[in-house]
């Protein structure tokens, strides 16, 4: 069963040879919370509003391909079975 729904999260739902966009988005809404942790640790990878400004993109992105990536990943999962009856 946790095979089965770690499979369904990562593999694409549109092209099985890839990863989903899910997984894309999670990965890179993750860059800006390491980014976060990096600067509280005193870790500067840059200028700070310039790292800042970094984590924010990254992690709108993020979110904005996690979510895109979960509605068509449920929608395509919906709609396989009923393709398959015809």
């Known amino acids: 069963m946790i095979n089965k729904f770690l499979t369904w999260l990562v593999v694409s739902s549109a092209n099985p040879n890839e990863f989903s966009m899910t997984l894309k988005g999670l990965l890179i809404t993750n860059i800006g919370v390491i980014m976060f942790i990096l ?13 800042n400004l970094i ?19 449920i929608y395509l999962t919906i709609k396989k079975p009923a393709d398959s009856q015809i």
């Open 39 to 51: 600067h509280i640790c005193n870790i500067s990878l840059s200028m700070d509003q310039v790292t």
């Open 55 to 73: 984590g924010l993109v990254t992690g709108f992105c993020g979110s904005a391909l996690l979510v895109v990536g979960l509605i068509r990943k």
